[in-house]
């Protein structure tokens, strides 16, 4: 079988990669001022996939203010809610139309097996972009009964928060662009998209999508190019109301600095360093199975990917034995190979990044319970990995690694204060997951632990539950009522009836 046989829309997919991409700006694709590219990389192999244009302030300048005309535009502010609707369910048809583009794409320029990208990342994104538009017709403020002296008609109304700066990260490119995308659309806004620069790819086609779809120009505009020019650029710029970021703690923290020349509102998804925990009672093959699952997609490059195993001692054996045995059964190579179970890491520094951990860990006393599967050649390849033996103190258990590593820990009958207590012992708040049938168990836990998500016994990503950390993993939520409400400002108006 040829590449193109196990892959539709490759060749589409090749095509865009090779063609020449400018900035999307005020509804057309225009040049980079200063008229420079940079390199993207097909993860699997190290080679140079395409490149893109590199924004700089004076394009991020050109962006804000087609931006800020577009949120002038009567066109776009009087637009009925139905029509903005109908605007987002058409882009999520095209999205849909071209999913095996999209999924080759995200292949090539992330390095995620292609049944991830096509089964998982394209169909999400167009569900968000149907979930958001219906929301677009339901964006309504209440009547307001007050109580102070005199009769008054009083009412809130919602209404968008103006220009926003919308700045993702490479681990779901697609994915995050849209869950910050169809929202902000959806609620009336302005967007300036800033891919990551790893991965700008899918985010440079969708802007011919939503060129297509018949957004009035400016809504939506696209800046590729590097966090610390365009990306802080954006963040720092007057004429932005708002940043809604997804990336690390550490930019985040930049972020929140820079937002402050305007009191910019801003919305972070940040780091995780999610607790697993397998209680006494769970069903312990699909704990183990869950357990892999969390940690192994997508090459552990999930914010919420559960990174922290803690086990009941009665189970404890089986189920590292079991989580390693996944490791090593595990098939690594290119995204595009039929039987290809993880992919590549992002880049060679991230590899780097990642048996960094697992090195330092070992050398401090962690103990390499699987280092599993043959790595392909070339590319940006890391062995799904499972520790035992870290102590609390450990970067491995307190950093999060963002790759395929493990660290397992056991509890014993421990009361359930003190298991919240060793999975609050981060500065993370991202996620949890329960695996137990003890209902009474779960729903305590599930209050003590200081969390974004909690999850019992599995589940995923939704549009319509919303999504976001406690502590450093972030301000704010996505998705759901509370993502769109992220959108809005409230106006009160009261009026005297004389
Ligand atoms: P990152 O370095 O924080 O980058 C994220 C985005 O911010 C990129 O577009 C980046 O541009 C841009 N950026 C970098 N420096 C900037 C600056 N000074 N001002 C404005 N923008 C700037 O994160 P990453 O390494 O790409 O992604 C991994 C991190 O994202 C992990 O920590 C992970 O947990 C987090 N993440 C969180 C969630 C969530 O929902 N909570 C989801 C996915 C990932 P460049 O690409 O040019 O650097
Ligand atoms: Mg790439």
């Known amino acids: 079988m040829t590449e193109a046989e196990i892959v539709p829309g490759l060749e589409q997919a090749r095509a865009f990669a090779a063609a020449k991409h400018g900035l999307f700006i005020g509804g057309q694709w225009v040049e980079p001022l200063a008229g420079e590219r940079f390199a ?5 192999t190290g080679a140079v996939l395409a490149k893109a244009a590199r924004g700089l302030t004076e394009d991020v300048d050109a962006a804000v203010a087609a931006a800020r005309k577009a949120m002038d535009n009567p066109a ?38 292609f049944r991830d990208a096509r089964f998982f990342d394209v169909p999400y994104a167009v569900e968000l972009l149907r979930y958001n538009a219906g929301w677009a017709t339901k964006l309504n403020g209440e009547s307001i009964a007050l109580s102070g002296p005199g009769t008054w008609h009083a009412y809130t109304l919602k209404e968008p928060v103006g220009v926003v700066a919308q700045i993702v990260p490479w681990n779901a490119p697609l994915a995050m662009a849209v869950a910050k995308v169809a929202p902000a659309l959806a609620a009336g806004c302005a967007v300036i998209l800033k891919p990551a620069e790893e991965t700008p790819m899918t985010a440079l086609r969708l802007a011919h999508l939503i060129a297509e779809a018949g957004f009035p120009e400016g809504v939506f505009n696209l800046v590729t190019g590097f966090g610390e020019q365009a990306g802080a650029a954006l963040t720092a710029h007057p004429g932005v109301d708002k940043v809604t970021f997804t990336g690390s703690t550490e930019v985040g923290r930049m972020i929140i600095k820079a937002a402050t020349g305007n009191f910019k509102r801003v919305t972070l998804e940040l780091g995780g360093k999610t607790p697993v925990i397998v209680m006494p009672d769970a069903d312990v093959a699909k704990a183990t199975e869950g357990a892999a699952r969390s940690i192994f997609a997508n090459a552990g490059q999930i914010c919420n990917a559960g990174s922290r ?77 499972v520790l035992t033996g870290t102590s609390a103190d450990m970067a491995v258990r307190r950093e999060e690694i963002f790759g395929p590593v493990l660290c397992a820990m056991s509890f014993g009958d421990a009361d359930l204060e003190k298991i919240a207590a060793d999975a609050n012992a981060t500065d993370y708040g991202l996620g949890a997951v329960i ?19 909690v999850r019992v016994n599995g589940g995923g990503l939704d549009p319509a539950l919303p999504f976001g950390g406690f502590k450093q993993s972030g301000w704010g939520r996505e998705n759901g009522r509370e993502g769109i409400d992220a959108y809005l400002e409230t106006k009160s108006v009261a009026m005297a009836l004389l």
């Open 435 to 453: 695996w137990t049938n003890d209902l009474s168990a779960a729903h305590r836990l599930a209050k003590k632990l200081k969390a974004g998500t």
């Open 309 to 385: 195993l803690f086990v009941h001692e009665r189970h404890f054996e089986q189920v590292v034995e079991g989580v390693a045995k996944v490791a090593e059964a595990t098939k690594i190579g290119p995204g595009f190979a039929a039987d290809t179970q993880m992919g590549p890491v992002i880049s060679a520094q991230q590899r780097d990044r990642i048996e960094g951990y697992i090195k330092g860990g070992v050398a401090a006393g962690a103990t390499l319970r699987a280092s599993g599967g043959d790595l392909p050649g070339e590319g940006y390849f890391v062995k799904p990995t």
């Open 76 to 113: 776009w502010t009087e637009m009925k809610p139905s029509v903005r609707a109908l605007l987002l369910f058409r882009l999520a048809d095209a999205l849909e139309a071209h999913a095996d583009e999209f999924a080759a794409l995200e292949c090539l320029d992330n390095g995620k097996p």
């Open 40 to 44: 993207t990389r097909d993860p699997a």
